[in-house]
């Protein structure tokens, strides 16, 4: 069964998209740095991971 998608919604108020705007949660400095770091961690041990799962030539190494 196909359901039908709600229309978007676009906000051409100024006044309507200032408060979506305030309205957004917000982090300190410290919350933002702290995300960073867990993504970079993330990021290299994905490459980590994609490479110890790779040979030379791209391929999947199979077990033997």
């Known amino acids: 069964m196909l359901w039908l998608m709600k229309r978007a919604a ?3 108020d100024p006044e309507a998209m200032r408060k979506a705007r305030l309205q957004q949660p917000r ?3 410290e919350q933002a ?3 960073r770091e867990q993504l ?3 990021s290299e041990k994905f490459s980590e991971n994609a490479k110890s799962g790779t040979s030379s030539r791209g391929c999947e190494k199979t077990p033997v």
Request: charged share 25%; aromatic share 8%.
């Open 33 to 35: 740095r702290a995300q």
């Open 40 to 42: 970079r961690r993330a």
């Open 10 to 12: 676009y906000l051409t």
């Open 27 to 29: 982090i300190t400095s």
